[in-house]
């Protein structure tokens, strides 16, 4: 009970490790962000919705059809309404074009890059030009025109300028100017805020927490894991099992709560029909990192049963590690080098998001490294004489055994072993015992199967 109450909390625990991550990589990481918004405005669902918008927004707010009478000649001001229609069927039509020009993706990904920079480099506490001292965000507008001029190369021609006006001249312009107009100006002039104390703190407090709880909720899924696991001593390769079909289980939840989460939310707050499909394409855009997360669940979890499978005593996986016994005692470096090579491969193709970070790299090693040395282990004691090629003798034998058994054309059913009204020599019913020992070793008959072919040789 113990074990299943710890593996119990590990699902939940790991529920809420799967969505602080995603939100965490997606909200908090530039590189993801930047990727999710240049793929949706490269979905041309979300260009058709965005282009209409866009030329809705413009003739809604601009009289196209009156500029163009106040430009056309009298004679020919009467053609401004049809003509104001055709530009909008045009800019209908031009506008999702635009939007898919390369010139244009690259400046909206450039921009979005820059905006969450900024608002990151914000909840870590500013920099130069946009700082949050005395819990207020302000923004630096001398620092800021120094980075203008750099840009443009004319830094020496700026800084002289910012020198003389700091200087006596430009002290005694700012106090005329101060005089004529009847104010006063703070020595912080320059800077404007742009948030203030209490929605700084709250933003930065929800940051903060989105990072502490996914850190801590994934290193205590991995820990329940592994305690229910130790504690389930001769259990433990059935519990090995259960960890990964829970894995199996949370991803499996997550891409369902994915697809019918998304179909409920999407619905809930789009009424138009016209921008559903864009809709539902930006929340599939937008929920791409947590499917991929939810999917390599899936596959640690399908491995980790396999792992558990392989050192269970089904006749399958009994046969499967005699066949790897030589090559696991004597040649263990060929075996440790064909992993490595796969492992390799799979890294090179990337195929989950922890096989492109390096921590999960060398964890997942780590595992691979131990799986492999437990398995040699248990191959050495359970088959400490087994021999290259005996595992494919073996399986000729069970072959042969099987075909043995099925029905020839008269109906009449044959069996494995000699007819009981045959009697046989004690040469032949050694040979005969020693066949059934070998294909009992090699996994190809159970131990029922065993007894019973063994009882019907010892009583003849």
């Given amino acids: ?268 707050l789009v009424q138009a029909e016209s921008v559903k499909m864009a809709a539902h394409d930006a929340w599939n855009i937008g929920t791409s990192l947590l499917s991929a997360i939810a999917i390599a669940l899936v596959i640690y979890g399908i491995v980790i049963v396999v792992a558990a499978w392989l050192a269970g005593p089904t006749r399958p996986a009994t046969a499967v590690r005699r066949a790897l016994a030589p090559s696991m005692r004597d040649r263990p470096w060929r075996v440790y080098a064909s992993v490595a090579l796969v492992y390799l491969l799979v890294l090179l193709w990337g195929p989950t998001p922890a096989l492109r970070q390096w921590i999960p790299i060398l964890l997942i090693a780590a595992a691979i490294v131990l799986g492999i040395e437990l398995l040699r282990r248990q191959t050495a004691r359970e088959f400490p004489d087994a021999q290259a090629g005996d595992a494919m003798r073996g399986m000729r034998e069970w072959w042969d055994t099987r075909r043995g058994r099925g029905a020839p054309e008269d109906g009449i059913t044959t069996t494995a072993v000699p007819p009981a009204t045959a009697p046989q020599g004690n040469g032949a019913r050694l040979a005969q015992l020693e066949r059934l020992a070998s294909l009992h070793d090699s996994g190809a008959l159970t131990d029922d199967e065993y007894s019973a072919e063994k009882g019907v040789l010892l009583k003849h």
């Fill in 1 to 268: 009970m113990a074990v299943v109450a710890l593996l119990t909390v590990a699902v939940i625990c790991a529920v809420i490790a799967v969505l602080s991550t995603w939100v965490k990589r997606q909200v908090l990481d530039t590189g993801n962000y930047t990727n999710t918004s240049a793929k949706l405005l490269a979905d041309p669902a979300i260009q058709n919705a965005l282009g209409a918008y866009l030329v809705n927004e413009l003739f809604t707010n601009v009289d196209v059809a009156g500029q163009l009478r106040n430009n056309l000649p009298a004679q020919t001001r009467a053609l401004a309404g049809p003509a104001a229609a055709g530009l909008r069927e045009i800019a209908d039509r031009e506008a999702p074009a635009l939007l898919a020009r390369p010139r244009v993706q690259d400046a909206w990904r450039a921009a979005n890059r820059a905006a969450h920079q900024q608002f990151i480099n914000i909840l870590n506490g500013g920099g130069k030009v946009v700082s949050t001292q005395n819990g207020e965000v302000t923004l630096d507008l001398h620092n800021l025109v120094t980075q203008l001029a750099a840009t443009l190369g004319i830094s020496n021609q700026v800084a002289a300028a910012q020198q003389k006006l700091g200087g006596g001249t430009g002290s005694q312009a700012q106090g005329l100017a101060q005089q004529k107009l009847g104010i006063t100006l703070p020595p912080t002039t320059g800077r404007l805020v742009i948030m203030r104390a209490k929605q700084l703190n709250t933003a930065q407090d929800i940051a903060k927490l989105i990072r502490n709880i996914s850190i801590i909720f994934t290193i205590l899924t991995f820990v329940l894991f592994a305690v229910a696991i130790g504690i389930a001593k001769d259990r433990r390769r059935l519990a090995l099992r259960g960890t990964g079909w829970c894995f199996v289980g949370v991803g499996i939840s997550v891409l369902l709560v994915r697809r019918v989460g998304g179909n409920q939310i999407v619905d809930g």
